[in-house]
């Protein structure tokens, strides 16, 4: 971050500190936030994409498997959205756990080990990512802590589902590189609001990996080429929903690379806590239902290696992230 950067922020009032914002945040123009369009928003559930060819449907995880919620609307006509997106447009969380109640014998489930999974958010407006956001990875790499979050974007080709590949061979980079990360699911309209009230604005979290090509990301001060190649951000398998979760910033979270632990730590050591990552960045721009933030990864990354152990991801290579009550991620490169 330049000084005149750090300047500008300051000259704007907004002070972050170990993990929360600065009281004078308080002053900032008035909160502003609305619900979903339609209203109600999914509780108590584990929410998927069912991916069939090029169409992306809505399920939710049960018991007795995954409930494929556009067959079993066709069948029970509960007025229940049928993808993610209309979740995020109109909400639907009464509607879909009558579908739920109403599915039990009418043949609707899938098999979870045989079903294709899409990323559990399939077109957010926004995928905000926030770098060196856990102390001991500001550590390992040999950067001081940032006084405010650091933040760059992913664009929406970057998506990957569970179980998905990403192309390793066919992009013009060596250096690849896994980063396990919590993800924050926006579910209502942001702007200016207070830490205190920013989880109230979160349908629910997903486990995620900010992939990263590291001789790109260096290529300029700009992160962008490194993070932003196609299927660099898989996400899920499920979209958690918030009460299910309860405290984000207690989860253990962890990566795996052919059954190797690479990452092992807990949210709890992030430098700003999921509250006041949303607090900050509603400053500066609305966020909005479906949007997406990746809120930094732990140590253990093969760029904080010493130079002489970074051995770099290759084709072949399988990798598990797991995060505390919301699931393991796997994909795979090629």
């Known amino acids: 971050m330049t000084i005149e950067r750090r300047t500008f922020l300051k000259s704007a009032g907004l002070t972050v500190g170990a993990g929360v914002l600065g009281p004078s945040v308080a002053l900032a123009a008035q909160s502003t936030s609305a619900p979903t369009i339609g209203g109600d928003l999914p509780k108590g559930m584990r929410l998927v994409t069912i991916k069939r060819g090029q169409e992306m449907s809505l399920g939710i995880k049960t018991d007795r498997g995954i409930l494929d919620v556009k067959r079993a609307e066709a069948q029970l006509k509960q007025k229940a959205p049928t993808t993610i997106d209309e979740v995020f447009q109109r909400g639907g969380g009464q509607a879909l756990q009558r579908l739920l109640d109403k599915a039990q014998n009418a043949g609707v489930f899938l098999a979870e080990d045989k079903t294709e999974f899409g990323p559990c958010v399939t077109n957010p407006e926004k ?80 486990t995620g990996n900010d992939f990263t090509a590291r001789d790109l990301q260096r290529v300029s001060s700009q992160w962008m080429l490194g993070k932003s190649l196609d299927g660099f951000a898989p996400l899920g398998p499920y979209l958690v929903t918030a009460d299910l979760v309860g405290d984000p910033n207690a989860l253990k979270i962890e990566c795996r ?25 509603s400053k500066f721009f609305t966020l909005r239902p479906g949007d997406i933030i990746f809120s930094g990864t732990p140590e253990g990354v093969i760029a904080g290696y010493p130079k002489d152990r970074q051995v770099w991801l290759k084709a072949g290579d399988k990798l598990t992230t797991t995060i505390e009550k919301l699931g393991a991620l796997e994909f795979s490169l090629a």
């Open 257 to 281: 690379v052919n059954g190797e632990v690479r990452q092992s730590s807990n949210t709890g050591d992030m430098v700003v806590n999921c509250a006041g990552l949303i607090a900050y960045i």
């Open 127 to 206: 995928i905000i990512c926030i770098g060196l956001n856990y102390r001991k990875h500001a550590a390992e790499t040999g950067q001081p802590v940032p006084k405010f979050p650091i933040l760059f974007n992913k664009y929406n080709t970057t998506l990957n589902g569970h179980r998905g590949v990403i192309r390793v061979s066919k992009e013009a980079a060596e250096q690849f590189d896994y980063e396990a990360e919590l993800v924050i699911v926006m579910g209502k309209t942001a702007r200016n609001v207070s830490e205190a009230d920013a989880l109230d604005h979160v349908m629910g979290y997903a």
